[in-house]
Protein backbone atom coordinates (compact mmCIF):
# COMPACT_ATOMS: atom_id res chain seq x y z
CA UNK A 1 0.00 0.00 0.00
CA UNK A 2 1.25 3.64 -0.78
CA UNK A 3 -0.62 7.16 -0.55
CA UNK A 4 0.65 10.00 -2.29
CA UNK A 5 -0.53 13.62 0.21
CA UNK A 6 -0.66 16.74 -1.65
CA UNK A 7 -0.85 19.88 -0.17
CA UNK A 8 -3.22 22.64 -1.88
CA UNK A 9 -1.04 26.23 -2.77
CA UNK A 10 -4.19 28.13 -2.28
CA UNK A 11 -7.50 27.82 -0.22
CA UNK A 12 -9.73 25.64 -1.30
CA UNK A 13 -9.30 23.34 -3.98
CA UNK A 14 -9.36 25.14 -7.40
CA UNK A 15 -5.53 25.15 -7.28
CA UNK A 16 -2.34 23.13 -7.73
CA UNK A 17 -0.57 21.08 -5.52
CA UNK A 18 2.39 22.78 -4.25
CA UNK A 19 3.82 19.88 -2.44
CA UNK A 20 3.76 15.89 -3.01
CA UNK A 21 5.11 13.50 -0.90
CA UNK A 22 4.69 9.30 -0.95
CA UNK A 23 4.12 7.30 1.63
CA UNK A 24 5.45 4.12 1.62
CA UNK A 25 4.94 2.07 4.54
CA UNK A 26 5.93 -1.40 3.56
CA UNK A 27 9.56 0.37 3.13
CA UNK A 28 9.56 2.93 5.80
CA UNK A 29 10.01 5.47 3.19
CA UNK A 30 8.60 9.37 2.20
CA UNK A 31 9.49 10.38 -1.02
CA UNK A 32 8.85 13.90 -2.03
CA UNK A 33 7.76 14.50 -5.40
CA UNK A 34 8.95 17.96 -6.95
CA UNK A 35 6.09 19.64 -8.33
CA UNK A 36 7.69 20.68 -11.63
CA UNK A 37 7.95 17.25 -12.60
CA UNK A 38 6.68 16.92 -16.21
CA UNK A 39 3.95 13.74 -17.00
CA UNK A 40 3.52 13.90 -20.75
CA UNK A 41 -0.10 12.47 -20.92
CA UNK A 42 -0.96 16.14 -19.11
CA UNK A 43 1.32 17.86 -21.44
CA UNK A 44 1.59 19.75 -17.77
CA UNK A 45 3.71 19.57 -14.62
CA UNK A 46 2.59 16.97 -12.08
CA UNK A 47 1.11 20.03 -9.67
CA UNK A 48 -1.57 20.52 -11.90
CA UNK A 49 -3.23 16.88 -11.95
CA UNK A 50 -5.31 17.42 -9.28
CA UNK A 51 -6.83 20.35 -9.83
CA UNK A 52 -7.73 19.11 -13.86
CA UNK A 53 -9.01 15.62 -12.58
CA UNK A 54 -9.00 15.21 -9.26
CA UNK A 55 -7.76 12.18 -7.20
CA UNK A 56 -8.23 9.54 -10.17
CA UNK A 57 -5.90 11.75 -12.89
CA UNK A 58 -3.42 12.58 -9.94
CA UNK A 59 -2.90 8.79 -9.06
CA UNK A 60 -2.59 8.57 -13.11
CA UNK A 61 -0.03 10.71 -13.35
CA UNK A 62 2.12 9.74 -10.61
CA UNK A 63 1.91 5.75 -12.40
CA UNK A 64 3.12 7.16 -15.74
CA UNK A 65 6.55 7.62 -13.69
CA UNK A 66 6.14 4.29 -12.17
CA UNK A 67 4.51 4.83 -8.75
CA UNK A 68 1.52 2.54 -7.52
CA UNK A 69 -0.56 4.48 -5.57
CA UNK A 70 -3.55 2.44 -3.49
CA UNK A 71 -4.82 6.41 -2.44
CA UNK A 72 -4.84 9.99 -1.85
CA UNK A 73 -5.51 12.56 0.55
CA UNK A 74 -5.08 16.21 -0.67
CA UNK A 75 -4.88 19.05 2.03
CA UNK A 76 -6.13 22.50 0.98
CA UNK A 77 -3.94 25.03 2.22
CA UNK A 78 -6.59 26.26 5.27
CA UNK A 79 -5.69 22.54 6.81
CA UNK A 80 -2.31 23.72 6.86
CA UNK A 81 -2.20 26.79 8.45
CA UNK A 82 -4.67 26.18 10.95
CA UNK A 83 -2.45 22.84 11.87
CA UNK A 84 0.22 25.03 12.20
CA UNK A 85 -1.25 27.94 13.97
CA UNK A 86 0.44 27.56 17.40
CA UNK A 87 3.28 25.31 16.51
CA UNK A 88 7.37 26.59 17.68
CA UNK A 89 9.63 24.24 16.29
CA UNK A 90 13.50 24.48 15.64
CA UNK A 91 15.37 23.53 12.65
CA UNK A 92 19.15 23.39 12.05
CA UNK A 93 20.43 26.04 9.71
CA UNK A 94 24.03 24.62 8.42
CA UNK A 95 24.72 27.74 6.65
CA UNK A 96 23.02 31.65 6.05
CA UNK A 97 20.28 31.07 3.26
CA UNK A 98 18.56 34.03 1.53
CA UNK A 99 15.50 33.50 -0.25
CA UNK A 100 12.47 35.35 -1.98
CA UNK A 101 8.89 35.00 -0.33
CA UNK A 102 5.16 36.84 -1.37
CA UNK A 103 4.47 40.08 0.92
CA UNK A 104 1.93 38.10 3.21
CA UNK A 105 1.41 34.34 3.09
CA UNK A 106 -1.30 34.22 0.63
CA UNK A 107 -0.09 36.60 -1.88
CA UNK A 108 1.58 35.72 -5.19
CA UNK A 109 5.13 36.13 -5.45
CA UNK A 110 4.44 38.03 -8.85
CA UNK A 111 2.72 40.66 -7.00
CA UNK A 112 5.65 42.02 -4.74
CA UNK A 113 7.80 39.98 -2.63
CA UNK A 114 10.19 40.12 0.29
CA UNK A 115 13.77 39.13 1.68
CA UNK A 116 13.79 36.32 4.03
CA UNK A 117 17.36 35.18 5.51
CA UNK A 118 17.68 31.67 8.00
CA UNK A 119 20.64 31.98 9.65
CA UNK A 120 22.74 29.23 11.24
CA UNK A 121 23.47 27.44 13.84
CA UNK A 122 19.63 27.11 13.95
CA UNK A 123 16.49 28.75 13.88
CA UNK A 124 13.18 28.95 15.77
CA UNK A 125 9.99 28.87 13.48
CA UNK A 126 6.51 30.13 14.62
CA UNK A 127 3.83 31.74 12.65
CA UNK A 128 4.18 33.16 8.78
CA UNK A 129 8.18 31.84 9.61
CA UNK A 130 7.30 28.06 9.09
CA UNK A 131 5.67 28.90 6.39
CA UNK A 132 8.67 30.83 4.86
CA UNK A 133 10.48 27.84 5.53
CA UNK A 134 9.06 25.21 3.45
CA UNK A 135 7.86 27.84 0.68
CA UNK A 136 10.22 30.79 0.15
CA UNK A 137 12.20 30.47 -3.39
CA UNK A 138 15.64 30.43 -3.93
CA UNK A 139 17.07 28.02 -6.76
CA UNK A 140 15.09 25.29 -7.97
CA UNK A 141 11.69 23.34 -5.98
CA UNK A 142 14.05 20.51 -5.18
CA UNK A 143 16.29 23.18 -2.49
CA UNK A 144 12.85 23.91 -1.13
CA UNK A 145 12.04 20.15 -0.72
CA UNK A 146 15.28 19.78 1.41
CA UNK A 147 13.59 22.63 3.91
CA UNK A 148 10.50 20.46 3.85
CA UNK A 149 12.29 17.49 4.79
CA UNK A 150 13.95 18.99 7.68
CA UNK A 151 10.68 20.74 9.14
CA UNK A 152 8.21 17.42 8.75
CA UNK A 153 11.22 15.23 10.33
CA UNK A 154 11.52 17.74 13.55
CA UNK A 155 7.67 17.69 13.71
CA UNK A 156 7.79 13.82 14.22
CA UNK A 157 10.28 13.72 16.49
CA UNK A 158 8.56 16.43 18.71
CA UNK A 159 4.99 14.05 18.83
CA UNK A 160 3.31 16.89 16.88
CA UNK A 161 -0.33 15.53 15.57
CA UNK A 162 -0.58 15.54 12.04
CA UNK A 163 -4.47 15.07 12.38
CA UNK A 164 -5.24 18.28 12.75
CA UNK A 165 -5.15 19.17 9.94
CA UNK A 166 -8.31 16.75 9.14
CA UNK A 167 -10.20 18.68 12.07
CA UNK A 168 -12.67 19.77 9.37
CA UNK A 169 -14.42 17.73 6.37
CA UNK A 170 -13.47 20.79 4.09
CA UNK A 171 -10.19 21.08 4.59
CA UNK A 172 -9.37 17.80 2.80
CA UNK A 173 -10.26 15.57 0.19
CA UNK A 174 -9.35 11.79 0.55
CA UNK A 175 -9.93 8.71 -1.97
CA UNK A 176 -8.87 5.32 -0.45
CA UNK A 177 -9.46 3.68 2.69
CA UNK A 178 -6.04 3.00 3.85
CA UNK A 179 -4.73 6.60 3.70
CA UNK A 180 -4.83 7.42 7.22
CA UNK A 181 -3.33 4.06 7.75
CA UNK A 182 -0.58 4.51 6.12
CA UNK A 183 -0.11 8.10 7.55
CA UNK A 184 -0.36 6.82 10.97
CA UNK A 185 2.58 4.68 10.42
CA UNK A 186 4.92 7.41 9.62
CA UNK A 187 8.22 7.38 11.81
CA UNK A 188 11.00 10.31 12.46
CA UNK A 189 13.16 7.40 11.28
CA UNK A 190 11.86 6.46 7.92
CA UNK A 191 14.21 7.51 5.20
CA UNK A 192 13.12 10.66 3.68
CA UNK A 193 14.06 10.66 -0.04
CA UNK A 194 13.67 12.93 -3.55
CA UNK A 195 12.58 11.38 -6.57
CA UNK A 196 15.60 11.90 -8.89
CA UNK A 197 17.11 11.12 -12.43
CA UNK A 198 15.67 14.71 -13.43
CA UNK A 199 16.66 17.21 -15.59
CA UNK A 200 15.75 20.64 -16.23
CA UNK A 201 14.57 21.71 -19.50
CA UNK A 202 11.96 24.00 -21.46
CA UNK A 203 8.89 22.54 -23.19
CA UNK A 204 6.11 24.45 -24.32
CA UNK A 205 7.80 27.90 -23.05
CA UNK A 206 8.06 26.41 -19.52
CA UNK A 207 11.14 25.67 -17.48
CA UNK A 208 10.22 21.60 -16.44
CA UNK A 209 12.03 18.68 -14.80
CA UNK A 210 11.79 15.16 -17.28
CA UNK A 211 13.35 11.74 -15.67
CA UNK A 212 16.58 10.91 -16.78
CA UNK A 213 17.45 7.99 -19.57
CA UNK A 214 17.40 5.02 -16.55
CA UNK A 215 13.43 6.46 -15.61
CA UNK A 216 12.07 3.55 -17.53
CA UNK A 217 13.68 0.98 -15.05
CA UNK A 218 11.61 2.06 -12.50
CA UNK A 219 11.63 5.27 -10.01
CA UNK A 220 14.63 6.02 -8.64
CA UNK A 221 15.70 7.78 -5.22
CA UNK A 222 17.97 10.27 -3.82
CA UNK A 223 19.27 9.32 -0.52
CA UNK A 224 17.55 12.19 1.88
CA UNK A 225 20.19 14.93 2.78
CA UNK A 226 18.41 16.63 5.05
CA UNK A 227 18.30 14.81 8.18
CA UNK A 228 20.40 16.68 10.64
Not at 84 to 110: G, K, N, Q, W
Not at 112 to 118: A, D, L, Y
Not at 124 to 143: F, K, N, P, T, Y
Request: neutral net charge; charged residues 25%; glycine residues 8%.
Amino acid sequence: MSTIVGVMDRPGFQANTDNLVLVEPACSRLTWIPRDLWCETLRARINCAFNRGGHALLVAALEEHGFRVTASLVLSRDATEEALADVVVTVPVPCRMVFSYPLTPRARIEDGRKEVVFNPPAEILRGERIHQWVGARGGSDLHRIERQKILVRRLLEKGFDFRRGLARQTWYSASGADCLLDLAQVRPDWAFETLTELAPVTIDGEMVLVRGRQAGHGHHHAAGTARP
